[in-house]
């Protein structure tokens, strides 16, 4: 059964540029690492093959959060204009593109394929952004093999798309610690490679389109989940 939720208050925390190298300096560790391998020239053409596949995901992965990072500078109407976008037609898409990852890093995901064809008011590259991180996150804390599940449903005057894994539990006080005590470059027990610099760039995207994040406790997991504003307009036949 679920835990009681919280939201997007409750990740208000501005990351400081500290914070922000420290989240970049890992993947760029493991970039150099895994180049000092392949030169090594020790790996079988088989493996060299997948590092190098590896190396090439870690770089996009990292700037992609770059790019994010930059964009909440100025996430303004005119740069970023709300539009009706069907999110089953988003989500289609981001299975396309995280395709690759998931496949290497041997996760499954269960997309939304039928159910009611809803418009929300949003941007579709911020939206998007929203949920590949989302499902960054969850990537990393489900088992090999264990599924992931992406919802969308209407939530009253909202339509929220979540991102549901089934990893470690994440206590409040412990999503709070790694929130507010980013300064300090804290890590949480239960999932020490997650951080609060996604969850800003998240919460500042939403906030830009009229909507907000939140989180979701499960006994097996967590659902993070971002509720866009539902179109006025006629829901698709």
């Not at 890992?26 to 060299?48: C, F, K, N």
């Not at 981001?94 to 269960?110: E, G, I, K, N, W």
């Not at 449903?153 to 798309?161: I, K």
């Amino acid at each position: 059964m679920a835990q009681p939720q919280w939201s997007d208050r409750e990740f208000a925390a501005m990351p400081s540029i500290a914070v922000a190298a420290h989240e970049l300096k890992a993947p760029l560790a493991l970039i150099r690492q895994m180049s000092l391998l392949i030169e090594d020239g020790q790996l079988s053409p088989a493996e060299a093959q997948l590092m190098q596949r590896r190396l090439t995901l870690t770089a996009e992965r990292s700037l992609a959060l770059v790019q994010d990072l930059a964009r909440t500078v100025n996430v303004q109407p005119t740069l970023f204009p709300l539009e009706p976008v069907n999110p089953l037609a988003l989500l289609t898409q981001l299975a396309h593109q995280s395709r690759d990852m998931l496949r290497l890093y041997d996760r499954r995901v269960t997309w939304p394929r039928t159910g009611k064809k809803r418009l929300v008011v949003a941007n579709p590259l911020l939206l998007g952004r929203i949920m590949m991180n989302f499902l960054d996150n969850a990537m990393r804390y489900s088992e090999a093999g264990a599924a992931i599940r992406v919802t969308v449903r209407q939530a009253g005057t909202m339509v929220r798309l979540g991102v549901r894994d089934f990893g470690p539990m994440m206590s409040l006080a412990e999503y709070r610690r790694l929130v507010d005590e980013m300064t300090t470059r804290k890590s949480v027990r239960t999932r020490p490679d997650s951080s609060g610099l996604g969850v800003y760039i998240a919460a500042t995207f939403a906030r830009a389109m009229g909507g907000q994040i939140g989180l979701i406790r499960h006994r097996d997991g967590l659902t993070f989940y971002v509720d866009v504003p539902l179109s006025e307009q006629m829901s698709l036949l």
